[in-house]
């Protein structure tokens, strides 16, 4: 899948050997003019160094010209050295590109507590400045990787008006995803024009609708970051209300692709569950219902082994926490009604279910009753590869 990068941007990858040598694993893309920038970041009170600079240069000024990301190594839990570390990465780029230091967006991925190799990092920076222009969209989600079975990358490009809008972003994460964010990494790149308080408002509602409604284990890291960069250079402008609409639209099917593809990927996974509750009293009680039966290590388990194990999901829903009557709670496995009026359905759902559990999207329904309320959410199942991954991750 070939994406376009979008107009005055480049990128730029190579391997420091900071965990395997001869791997990608330091990335920068670059714009040409000062864009407008945006960041979403972890909620967890143990927030990683570059999380840390990156919001405050968010907060300090509306724009950036650079995003730098590491794998291998979190700078997490690393104290004032680590943040002194990762200013100084910044410094190096900012002396062999002509950047102010404030301008590049720092991010990192890797195993917490460790301090950054800053003598593989000195020597990385000459080449992957050398190295600008020289890699695609494709180069660039492989160098972020870090568990990921592959690299995740999406895009759009749209007319508006006598113009070509593009849109490009990557995204790392397979493990320890759960909002908010979903763990991980992500950059959106764009080369519309579009005022900074427009683009910073944009992906808070973005990131609800897509990267928040995914998860693989319910861990929330020290690292998740989004940044988006919009520079301009395509000319087209984005003027009024109707054109920021559409503008938000893209963003986020590019996001929703790059959601999925997470959910796809999560360690040791082999089913997408698409877990959707109807009928609540309100829409955050759809929510609450849909994560618990998403992070039931019993209903995971279950689809992993391709059983319809309606037992697991209605003990679920009855324990989420929220108001429903029993007597209401209908639950549907890939259009197969499997349990009505508190007991299951007569149907053979085994046999009507052997060919559907086999392929990697499962459809979950569960309708609690006629409320307004609606969630869907991306899930994993859970295999034996999973523990094996997260069992030998820092060994």
């Given at each position: 899948?070939?994406?376009?990068?979008?107009?005055?941007?480049?990128?730029?990858?190579?391997?420091?050997?900071?965990?395997?040598?001869?791997?990608?694993?330091?990335?920068?893309?670059?714009?040409?003019?000062?864009?407008?920038?945006?960041?979403?970041?972890?909620?967890?009170?143990?927030?990683?160094?570059?999380?840390?600079?990156?919001?405050?240069?968010?907060?300090?000024?509306?724009?950036?010209?650079?995003?730098?990301?590491?794998?291998?190594?979190?700078?997490?839990?690393?104290?004032?050295?680590?943040?002194?570390?990762?200013?100084?990465?910044?410094?190096?780029?900012?002396?062999?590109?002509?950047?102010?230091?404030?301008?590049?967006?720092?991010?990192?991925?890797?195993?917490i507590g460790a301090?950054?190799?800053?003598?593989?990092?000195?020597?990385?920076?000459?080449?992957?400045?050398?190295?600008?222009?020289?890699?695609?969209?494709?180069?660039?989600?492989?160098?972020?990787?870090?568990?990921?079975?592959?690299?995740?990358?999406?895009?759009?490009?749209?007319?508006?008006?006598?113009?070509?809008?593009?849109?490009?972003?990557?995204?790392?994460?397979?493990?320890?995803?759960?909002?908010?964010?979903?763990?991980?990494?992500?950059?959106?790149?764009?080369?519309?024009?579009?005022?900074?308080?427009?683009?910073?408002?944009?992906?808070?509602?973005?990131?609800?609708?897509?990267?928040?409604?995914?998860?693989?284990?319910?861990?929330?890291?020290?690292?998740?970051?989004?940044?988006?960069?919009?520079?301009?250079?395509?000319?087209?402008?984005?003027?009024?209300?109707?054109?920021?609409?559409?503008?938000?639209?893209?963003?986020?099917?590019?996001?929703?692709?790059?959601?999925?593809?997470?959910?796809?990927?999560?360690?040791?996974?082999?089913?997408?569950?698409?877990?959707?509750?109807?009928?609540?009293d309100c829409a955050?009680?759809?929510?609450?219902?849909?994560?618990?039966?998403?992070?039931?290590?019993?209903?995971?388990?279950?689809?992993?082994?391709?059983?319809?194990?309606?037992?697991?999901?209605?003990?679920?829903?009855?324990?989420?926490?929220?108001?429903?009557?029993?007597?209401?709670?209908?639950?549907?496995?890939?259009?197969?009604?499997?349990?009505?009026?508190?007991?299951?359905?007569?149907?053979?759902?085994?046999?009507?279910?052997?060919?559907?559990?086999?392929?990697?999207?499962?459809?979950?329904?569960?309708?609690?009753?006629?409320?307004?309320?609606?969630?869907?959410?991306?899930?994993?199942?859970?295999?034996?590869?999973?523990v094996s991954i997260?069992?030998?991750?820092?060994?």
């Amino acid at each position: 899948m070939k994406i376009v990068i979008p107009q005055g941007f480049t990128l730029a990858v190579t391997s420091a050997g900071f965990k395997t040598p001869g791997k990608t694993d330091l990335a920068l893309a670059v714009s040409d003019v000062p864009a407008a920038a945006a960041g979403v970041f972890t909620r967890n009170q143990f927030k990683a160094a570059p999380v840390q600079i990156g919001q405050h240069i968010l907060h300090e000024r509306d724009q950036a010209r650079a995003v730098l990301i590491n794998t291998g190594q979190a700078n997490a839990c690393t104290g004032a050295e680590g943040l002194a570390n990762c200013r100084l990465t910044q410094e190096m780029v900012a002396v062999v590109t002509g950047l102010a230091p404030s301008e590049i967006l720092p991010a990192s991925t890797g195993v917490i507590g460790a301090q950054l190799r800053m003598d593989a990092w000195q020597q990385a920076i000459p080449r992957l400045v050398e190295n600008m222009g020289g890699a695609d969209i494709e180069d660039f989600a492989s160098a972020i990787m870090t568990t990921d079975a592959f690299p995740k990358y999406a895009g759009e490009q749209f007319r508006m008006g006598a113009g070509m809008v593009s849109i490009a972003a990557v995204a790392k994460g397979a493990g320890m995803i759960c909002p908010n964010m979903a763990t991980m990494l992500s950059v959106v790149l764009c080369d519309a024009a579009v005022d900074s308080a427009s683009w910073r408002e944009l992906f808070p509602r973005a990131v609800a609708a897509t990267f928040n409604r995914a998860t693989v284990d319910g861990d929330t890291s020290t690292n998740d970051t989004l940044y988006a960069l919009a520079n301009g250079v395509s000319g087209v402008q984005i003027q009024n209300e109707d054109d920021f609409a559409v503008l938000e639209a893209a963003v986020t099917r590019v996001l929703a692709k790059l959601a999925y593809m997470l959910v796809q990927d999560g360690e040791g996974a082999t089913k997408v569950l698409h877990i959707r509750v109807s009928g609540a009293d309100c829409a955050g009680d759809a929510e609450q219902c849909a994560r618990t039966v998403g992070h039931s290590q019993l209903v995971k388990t279950a689809m992993y082994g391709r059983d319809a194990n309606w037992g697991r999901i209605v003990a679920a829903v009855g324990r989420c926490g929220v108001p429903f009557n029993p007597a209401d709670l209908v639950v549907n496995v890939c259009g197969v009604e499997l349990f009505k009026r508190e007991q299951p359905t007569t149907l053979d759902f085994d046999s009507l279910l052997s060919e559907a559990l086999a392929q990697r999207d499962i459809n979950i329904d569960i309708s609690l009753g006629d409320g307004p309320g609606v969630y869907t959410l991306l899930a994993s199942d859970l295999s034996h590869e999973y523990v094996s991954i997260n069992a030998d991750y820092r060994s």
